[in-house]
């Protein structure tokens, strides 16, 4: 309901708005954010949240460019990429497992050292990205869609089935909505923990490939600011910060409305600023609207009509 | 399954564990029978639910031993007590709220498909909803049969009705319900204590542990007395209020008034 309401509003607003190629703006726009929402959602549905994920995004990006300077073939740099996804997530699983330190706090302090570890690699400046079946990964079509909303659909498509159609799916939501009872159920807590953490990474490295391959180069700032965009999205989708709760088609939904807001406001000439001011109300909006509704997240709220005809589907 | 009724399924021997300097089991036997409400009773502290908890695989014993049918047990592990068919049922609900009663009845033995998809972890939604809803029908449970109300949603009857449908559903050897109406109301309580005889009645071994003795004497075949750790007495006939009271506190009631 409120994308259609959006949607008819900008279409009164800009004439823009409803042509095809708009909407392929709008996908081109949120394809990177989307991968790492992807993850984002069985994260927070787990109990936790990774802070660490924007970082990670600009770590792998900056790895993935050294190894192509110092001309390494593209499957390796793709790999040592992904790699470094996959130890961020192992890491990240060892301090919230291990030390049991909350993994908010755990992955703000990751985030910190990954951002500063992505400046060292190149002395602080960005790599230019000489091989250009690297940077054919990221741009162009394939199937008349652009790749990285190719690659976008591909992650929410795999997460969400296992979310949805798989053991893991239902033990990670046992484990988000009681630790307790999923122990005493005989599910492993820290397996599942370290799984979500793992998934994370891995997906914000592929994220990291997609970026730096779209622009030609890799900068140690990569993704920067993205984290909180994204766990924007993931809640106004309706998933609970308090685990338990949460679907990806929320999140689909909560992706495109936060890209279709900018990229109406863009249409309609307002400043980049704007987009904030209008994500921060939606974020609290939505929210709030959920907890006046008798309910907490999930499930119910503003998505609650929209997604009565999704997820009965 | 149904084993016949009296027939000893799970069997403790010379039970002890200690936490530090506190002795919380002294050298207790007991005899759990098949069919057969077992109420275990006792004041705070006498040692009734570290007895529960080493049967049911959460305690390891500092000694004795456990069997079950016969057979010595290491229990090491409350999963290794569900593979032989013994189910706890927690007053704390150990339940996650956010999920619906299919999803929480088979929570950690979830039913896969056959062939590739269940390789790669697929679920059989249907057939859990299928054996739920058989289940449900069977106990005559008070629970929305409609799947995808989260448990949350429910009362708190309702609630530890799921709790006692799912340790009915996979018990087959023997179920221990520790204090399981301490959270309830009146009339909840009564439909959970009834449901507890109808697993006896198909052939599980049940024990019960309760503060409230009235539901001890309304429901137990037979029961057992702990104080300070010890076996005090095991009683089949001439349950009474007066009898139990002196043998939990260890005085005569009647002396202990006047």
């Known amino acids: ?313 | 399954m149904s084993v016949e009724k009296g027939r000893v399924v799970i069997e403790g021997i010379g039970l002890s564990k200690s936490y530090g300097p506190i002795t919380a089991l002294d050298n207790v036997d007991i005899e759990i029978r098949a069919g057969e409400i077992t109420a275990l009773v006792g004041d705070n502290g006498a040692g009734k639910s570290t007895l529960i908890k080493i049967l049911a695989g959460a305690v390891t014993p500092d000694a004795g031993e456990v069997r079950v049918n016969g057979e010595t047990v290491v229990l090491r592990t409350p999963a290794d007590a569900r593979d032989l068919g013994i189910e706890t049922i927690f007053q704390d609900l150990a339940l996650a709220p956010d999920r619906d009663v299919v999803t929480n009845l088979f929570l950690g033995r979830e039913v896969l498909r056959k062939g590739l998809a269940g390789k790669i972890g697929m679920l059989d939604r249907g057939e859990m909803e299928a054996q739920a809803l058989t289940q449900i029908d069977a106990l005559g449970v008070n629970i929305p049969r409609s799947t995808g109300v989260s448990i949350g949603e429910m009362s708190g009857g309702q609630q530890q009705s799921v709790a006692v449908a799912r340790g009915a559903f996979w018990a087959k050897t023997g179920m221990f319900m520790d204090e399981p109406t301490a959270a309830l109301g009146v009339r909840e309580s009564s439909r959970v204590l009834q449901l507890a005889r109808q697993i006896a009645g198909s052939g599980v071994a049940v024990v019960l542990i309760s503060h409230i003795l009235p539901h001890v004497m309304e429901l137990a075949d037979r029961v057992v007395v702990l104080r300070h750790g010890q076996k005090v007495a095991e009683l089949t006939e001439d349950i009474s209020m007066d009898r139990l009271v002196t043998l939990i506190v260890g005085v005569d009631a009647h002396e202990a008034a006047t």
């Open chain 1, 1 to 313: 309901m409120a994308i259609v309401a959006i949607g008819i509003a900008m279409t009164m607003v800009s004439p823009f708005f409803f042509q095809a190629g708009n909407f392929l703006n709008v996908a081109r726009a949120v394809a990177i954010t989307g991968i790492v929402a992807a993850v984002s959602t069985p994260m927070l549905i787990s109990g936790n949240v990774d802070l660490s994920v924007a970082a990670t995004m600009g770590l792998s990006g900056m790895t993935a460019g050294a190894l192509l300077v110092q001309e390494l073939p593209v499957p390796v740099a793709i790999l040592g990429a992904l790699v470094v996804g996959l130890l961020m997530g192992f890491v990240n699983g060892v301090i919230v497992v291990k030390f049991r330190v909350n993994s908010l706090i755990a992955t703000i302090g990751t985030a910190f050292i990954a951002r500063g570890v992505a400046f060292v690699i190149n002395s602080g400046r960005s790599v230019f990205i000489p091989a250009e079946s690297y940077v054919n990964l990221g741009q162009g079509s394939a199937l008349g869609i652009p790749k990285p909303v190719f690659y976008t659909v591909v992650a929410f498509a795999v997460i969400g089935f296992v979310m949805r159609y798989t053991k893991v799916g239902a033990h990670i939501y046992a484990v988000g909505s009681s630790p307790e009872a999923a122990r005493r159920a005989g599910i492993s807590v820290p397996k599942i923990t370290w799984g979500v953490f793992l998934a994370s990474g891995f997906f914000s490295a592929l994220a990291g490939v997609v970026l730096t391959s779209q622009a030609g180069s890799a900068f140690p700032y990569g993704g920067q600011g993205r984290e909180l965009e994204i766990i924007a999205a993931v809640i106004v989708g309706g998933t609970a910060l308090t685990g338990g709760r949460g679907s990806i088609t929320g999140t689909i939904l909560g992706v495109v409305l936060l890209g279709i807001i900018a990229n109406s406001l863009n249409l309609m000439g307002l400043p980049a600023p704007y987009q904030d001011i209008s994500r921060g109300l939606l974020l609290v909006g939505a929210v709030a609207t959920d907890q006046l509704s008798g309910r907490t997240l999930g499930g119910r709220g503003v998505f609650r009509g929209l997604r009565a005809g999704t997820e009965e589907a």
